[in-house]
């Protein structure tokens, strides 16, 4: 059974700071994996897609990366704002592809 | 503009009475999924459907049902609510039978009393 974890589940920076929010998953054999925002009261924003043939992907300030043969995914959040304060999820599919399996999330907070 | 709508956004509910929540997108898109929230679990799948009459069960499908008779429209039903079933739900789809760059509605706070 696929297994996603997220460390830290917090994280506060300043303002300006390039900050890197980590995705482990325990079964190599995925078909992509997405990173979503979650703003509160609110549902999922799908921000970047890497399928298991890419290596990274990016959007603006943002790039993610993975290496399947370790398991890892990383989002990179460059020169950080406080509009960029939510919760960032990782999320794998797998097993068939129709599955998915999320991470349980970092709530990062960015302080003017 | 392209949305995915889940009603009730908030619903307090008691053991045992039946409810639907209704999930409808405007994407045309094959794939649709459910999820509940829970403070430590992350997102759960509860059931995911990869076309009309065409569903199956995700990680945590016990206690709940659901139908696909249209494209657009994936609704949640729990026939006998239990408080265990108190969570935030989410509905999501896809265009492709991937989960990829999945659209997700607003949520639904369910509380079982």
């Known amino acids: 059974k696929q297994e996603v974890t997220q460390i830290p589940a917090a994280l506060s920076v300043p303002e300006g700071e390039n900050l890197v929010l980590n995705c482990s998953f325990t079964?190599?054999?995925?078909?992509?994996l997405q990173w979503f925002r979650q703003d509160p009261g609110k549902g999922l924003t799908s921000l970047l897609l890497?399928?298991?043939?890419?290596r990274e992907q990016t959007s603006g300030r943002l790039n993610a990366s993975l290496d399947k043969s370790s398991g890892r995914s990383t989002l990179y959040i460059a020169a950080s704002q406080p509009g960029d304060s939510a919760t960032y999820l990782c999320a794998v599919s797998s097993g068939g592809y129709q599955k998915v399996t999320f991470g349980t999330g970092t709530k990062l907070q960015v302080i003017p | 503009e392209a949305q995915v709508t889940q009603n009730p956004r908030y619903l307090i509910t008691v053991t045992g009475k039946k409810l639907t929540v209704t999930c409808s997108q405007n994407m045309n898109h094959e794939y649709m999924s459910w999820y509940r929230q829970d403070p430590g679990l992350g997102l759960r799948q509860i059931y995911y459907?990869?076309?009309?009459?065409?569903?199956d069960k995700g990680d945590v499908p016990e206690g709940y049902k659901v139908s696909r008779k249209e494209k657009r429209n994936f609704p949640l039903i729990l026939e006998s609510p239990s408080p265990n079933q108190t969570s935030l739900y989410f509905c999501?789809?896809?265009?492709?039978?991937?989960?990829?760059?999945?659209?997700f509605g607003q949520g639904t706070r369910l509380t079982v009393v």
């Open positions: 999501a789809s896809s265009l492709k039978v991937s989960f990829t760059e999945a659209f």
């Open positions: 890497i399928q298991s043939s890419q």
């Open positions: 459907s990869m076309n009309v009459e065409v569903t």
């Open positions: 079964d190599s054999a995925i078909y992509n």
